[in-house]
């Protein structure tokens, strides 16, 4: 397929050439290598990005189908310019072993529209403090998270670090303290994040932080990476977007203060912020009115973040795209992903950025609609998303 009347971040036309799932070749006028029976794609003068590579997705699958499913979930990955998600292991059961995992993954890969990895539990069933099957797991599982819960004990953390960097296994923590977040949810994110960078550091495992939402953790994040620990983190469309001024919405971590968003806005310019990460978390709308945390995200990430990062504070786009597609592939170990060079994989985003849309949570891919974005003028609309390729969403 030839993707033409294109333009790269940087505003120069571009056609991209795609051929066996890879990008065959970059640049302009490409028309003369176009083989017969090519198809094409216009692009109209939208852009072209690599696809976006998600670090914090819930799919609901399995034990919460009603919210969401593998389906679903594609689709709505599709829909938001996604071609590869990492999926969090608060399913029911728990996923806590590979074989489980595995078998999830390749489902999803039997759909097609989006590539998929399953993380994996660091204590057994959420209990807490069970490790073994940590010992036992194989090569391929890399990722292990407690997303939802933070591994309350510190001597419990301290072992998974240790044998993790024995494993070679990243840890992706969801800061907090459960004991102090009834009261006091700034001060229960700040003590956790400490806590784990400094076992990173110790350890020397590498170590992925989760949606972090305060000026106390990006700072302490800054300060392990100057001094050089392994440690990376994302943060989410939502906690750039809102504050708790502006929203009143149950989401873990919550919104935070007008002073927060500038220190996470100045994290993503000093490049303390590696990756922006959705945390799309479906629910259904008695589950929202029973209190349950999060909201929908995939669908809304790239207009989120382009209007706010990009359109209101003037970050250039290629820094986006970094923190949307290059840097979740790198910290994915995903070969081939995440960049537009000839040879990579032919997974790729267009996206509008002149014309403003209206989110309307009705019209969402997803499951479930608990979308506060709804009504809300965005720029950044995606227009098509094609994974190995193929179209794996086209905009009406
Ligand atoms: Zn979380």
Not at 35 to 48: N, Q, S
Not at 383 to 391: E, L, N, P, Q, V
Request: include cysteine.
């Amino acid at each position: 397929m030839l993707i033409q009347n294109a333009v790269n971040a940087a505003g120069q036309p571009i056609d991209v050439l795609c051929r066996t799932g890879k990008i065959a070749a970059l640049g302009a006028g490409l028309a003369p290598l176009l083989l017969p029976g090519e198809e094409t794609l216009d692009a109209a003068g939208r852009t072209v990005l690599p696809a976006f590579i998600d670090l914090h997705c819930h799919w609901r699958t399995p034990g919460y189908e009603y919210k969401e499913d593998l389906e679903t979930g594609s689709r709505a990955a599709a829909a938001g310019g996604y071609t590869f998600v990492n999926l969090m292991p608060n399913t029911n059961p728990v996923m806590s072993d590979a074989a489980a995992a595995h078998a999830l993954m390749e489902k999803v890969e039997t759909i097609g529209l989006c590539g998929a990895n399953q993380t994996v539990s660091i204590t057994e069933n959420f209990d807490g403090h069970t490790l073994d099957h940590l010992k036992t797991l194989p090569e391929s599982v890399k990722y292990i998270t407690e997303d939802g819960h933070g591994v309350q004990n510190a001597a419990v953390m301290a072992k998974a670090f240790a044998i993790c960097h024995e494993k070679h296994i990243t840890i992706m923590s969801h800061a907090e303290d459960s004991d102090i977040s009834p009261w006091d949810y700034r001060l229960a994110e700040d003590i956790e994040t400490v806590r784990n960078l400094y076992l990173s550091e110790y350890y020397q495992t590498r170590l992925h932080l989760c949606h972090v939402s305060t000026r106390g953790a990006i700072e302490a994040v800054a300060a392990a990476k100057y001094r050089g620990a392994p440690v990376t983190c994302e943060v989410t469309p939502h906690h750039l977007w809102f504050t708790k001024d502006t929203l009143d919405y149950r989401v873990n971590p919550p919104v935070r203060e007008a002073d927060d968003v500038a220190a996470l806005v100045e994290g993503i310019r000093a490049g303390i912020v590696d990756a922006i990460a959705t945390d799309h978390a479906p629910h259904s709308e008695e589950d929202k009115l029973k209190g349950a945390a999060g909201m929908v995200g995939l669908e809304t990430a790239f207009g989120v973040c382009y209007t706010k990062l990009c359109r209101q504070e003037g970050l250039p786009l290629a820094a986006l795209s970094a923190l949307m597609s290059t840097n979740p592939a790198e910290i994915l170990g995903l070969l081939g992903k995440g960049t537009l060079a000839p040879g990579a994989d032919a997974d790729l985003v267009l996206v509008d950025l002149a014309h403003p849309w209206r989110v309307d949570k009705n019209a969402l891919h997803s499951k479930s609609h608990n979308c506060p974005y709804d009504g809300t003028t965005l720029y950044g609309k995606v227009r098509a998303t094609i994974k190995g390729g193929k179209i794996t969403y086209r905009a009406e």
